[in-house]
């Protein structure tokens, strides 16, 4: 079991908005290796995840000493900015509406810039600020499909060479406690991982009917948790953190994803309430993963591997003795990711570039789901090299582009038929 759900996550935005509203700026002096400019940041998304990540990102500065200022913040809706203007009280001249607005922070003179929009725009504002030269924190997942998914890591590499960090928001990684059952794992305390359960079961976080007159872009935007076509469905959306983990601890890839999944009580949109797909990660190592969003039935988040020598159940590993480094970090992990993205931008610590390992957990994500909508078995290589899959080259519609242009058409809400629906939604 793990400890971030989004209870958890909620009650720690709170805790980062009361911290920023008594925030306290320590001065230039700062021992920590990273320079006194003063860092200036930029927000794309102004909703509970970008104003939570926006006030981690303060907490941080804090933690370092250094003074920070938000020089811009965007969403496509302008009761939510000003919401997050009021929040962090940010001057109105700052603040930025419309589906374009992302180019406004792009624009200004932001060192870094939190993204947490809905994921499929990720690709789109990524490029955008990379091409800017920012340093980008990119929530989690990084797209909803195998064009963005790729786009992510190409990007990544851009952003290497133009010595950019790009930190995700795979908490789990900035977490002591993850982090040293990595380390014991990599030591050899459970052997070779042979097979594991990953799961995120719980309810749908929440629905946003239509209203009267709403535009299809407007509706599917606000309701954005069950649409496909912008979350991904809640495998991408949610369960992406538990195959992450699957990816870090396994430290490969899988080779193919055998998915099932239906739907039997959402109301809105065309996503699944349930997923269950078997990842074969090669040389005879399947790992099972299982999310569900259906209120009333049992829950459980969390990732379990089995070892030829050992097991783990959440971050517990149970095998033999190793010795690993105690790991102390700064803050929380979702107070540590901006430290460490700070740190590297400002050439102190390690240089960080998450596109890749993002991206991939989300193209994992994608997998499972392509394979459960269409009855499918879906493999890696259709996913990242086999252009002559019908699944390399899909991009779900509408995109960010439609959204840019007003030429959103929204989808039929009603879910995918597995065995009918090979090129789902392709372009
Ligand atoms: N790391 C975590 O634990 C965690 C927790 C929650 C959410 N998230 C991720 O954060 C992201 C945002 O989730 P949320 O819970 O904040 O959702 P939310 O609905 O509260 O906020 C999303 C915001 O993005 C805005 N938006 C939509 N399209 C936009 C566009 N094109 N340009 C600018 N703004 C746009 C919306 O109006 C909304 O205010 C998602 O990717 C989600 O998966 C991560």
């Known amino acids: 079991m793990n400890n971030f759900t989004r209870r958890d996550f909620v009650k720690a935005a709170a805790l980062s908005a009361a911290a920023v509203s008594t925030f306290n700026i320590l001065g230039a002096q700062t021992v920590n290796g990273i320079g006194t400019q003063k860092i200036k940041l930029g927000l794309i998304g102004c909703g509970g995840r970008g104003k939570g990540a926006a006030g981690q990102f303060l907490q941080a500065c804090q933690i370092l000493g250094i003074e920070v200022e938000i020089v811009a913040v965007a969403d496509a809706f302008p009761d939510r900015v000003q919401g997050a203007l009021a929040q962090f009280k940010v001057d109105a001249s700052r603040g930025h509406s419309g589906y374009e607005a992302y180019r406004k922070v792009t624009e200004s003179d932001a060192e870094f810039v939190i993204m947490a929009t809905p994921p499929n725009f990720r690709p789109r504002h990524l490029e955008a600020c990379v091409e800017a030269g920012k340093h980008c924190f990119i929530e989690k997942p990084v797209a909803v499909d195998p064009v963005g998914a790729r786009k992510v890591i190409a990007l990544g590499e851009i952003a290497k060479a133009k010595g950019l960090t790009i930190v995700a928001g795979t908490q789990r990684r900035y977490d002591a406690k993850y982090q040293t059952a990595k380390a014991q ?45 912008l979350s991904g469905d809640h495998i991408v959306e949610q369960h992406v953190h538990q195959l992450d983990v699957a990816n870090w601890f396994i430290g490969r890839t899988p080779v193919s994803f055998n998915g099932m999944g239906g739907r039997a009580r959402r109301e809105t949109g065309n ?23 259906i209120a009333g039935c049992y829950n459980r988040v969390g990732e379990s591997f089995r070892g030829t020598e050992g097991k783990t159940v959440g ?32 050439g102190s610590g390690t240089p960080l570039n998450c596109a890749q390992a993002v991206a991939e957990a989300t193209l994992c994500a994608i997998g499972g789901r392509m394979s459960a909508y269409t009855g499918q078995l879906v493999r890696w290589v259709d996913l990242t090299k086999n252009e002559k899959s019908p699944f390399y080259a899909m991009q779900l519609t509408p995109n960010p582009i439609d959204f840019e242009r007003g030429t959103v058409v929204m989808p039929v809400e009603a879910p995918s038929i597995p065995g009918k629906e090979i090129k789902f939604r392709n372009r």
């Open 185 to 229: 794992i990599d030591a050899g305390a459970i052997g070779e991982i042979v097979g594991g359960v990953v799961s995120w079961n719980g309810q749908v976080p929440w629905i946003s009917s239509r209203k009267d007159g709403q535009s299809d872009a407007h509706y599917m935007t606000r309701n954005w948790l069950n649409f496909t076509e």
């Open 271 to 293: 996503q699944f309430d349930f997923f269950s797909v078997d990842m074969d990660y090669g040389d005879g190592v399947h790992i099972h993963s299982q999310c569900r969003q």
């Open 315 to 346: 971050t517990k590993v149970m095998g033999k003795d190793v010795s690993v480094p105690t790991i102390k970090l700064e803050g929380a992990s979702m107070i540590q990711e901006h430290v460490e993205l700070i740190k590297s931008a400002r």
